[in-house]
């Protein structure tokens, strides 16, 4: 089992910035897709980044292109999540996943991501 330690997340203003982090238990090459996602009161749970961690590639949801950079860092086991210009609809409970099957592409659905973080809370205030 992946466990994923997730952290950073914080109150701010519109047009801020946040960085969340992602410590796994295992290393990340491992883990074949990792992926931020988000929930906020009363919606579903949606994904925001995906990267495959063997080779990088990324996908990002259309509301945070531009914004927002998903990044990992494999000597320290962790995922990165870079949130720029942050908007109040971005306010959320963010969550860290894992795979950990193989696979040749990322999903962005949560149903495919077996490893799950606590959860960290984004407040953005306008």
């Known amino acids: 089992h992946v466990q994923l330690v997730e952290s950073g997340g914080g109150s701010v203003q519109a047009g801020g910035s946040l960085r969340l982090s992602c410590v796994a238990s295992?290393?990340?090459?491992?883990?074949?897709?990792m992926g931020w996602f988000r929930q906020a009161p009363g919606k579903e749970r949606e994904g925001v980044a995906t990267i495959y961690t063997s080779s990088g590639r990324t996908r990002y949801a259309d509301s945070v292109k531009g914004r927002f950079t998903i990044s990992q860092d494999n000597a320290k086991n962790t995922l990165y999540l870079q949130m720029n210009s942050l908007k109040s609809e971005d306010t959320a409970e963010y969550y860290c996943?894992?795979?950990?099957?193989?696979?040749?592409?990322?999903?962005?659905?949560?149903?495919?991501?077996?490893?799950w973080g606590q959860g960290t809370q984004v407040t953005v205030s306008s």
């Open positions: 295992v290393n990340t090459y491992s883990t074949y897709c």
């Open positions: 996943a894992a795979d950990g099957r193989w696979t040749s592409t990322c999903s962005q659905h949560p149903d495919d991501y077996i490893h």
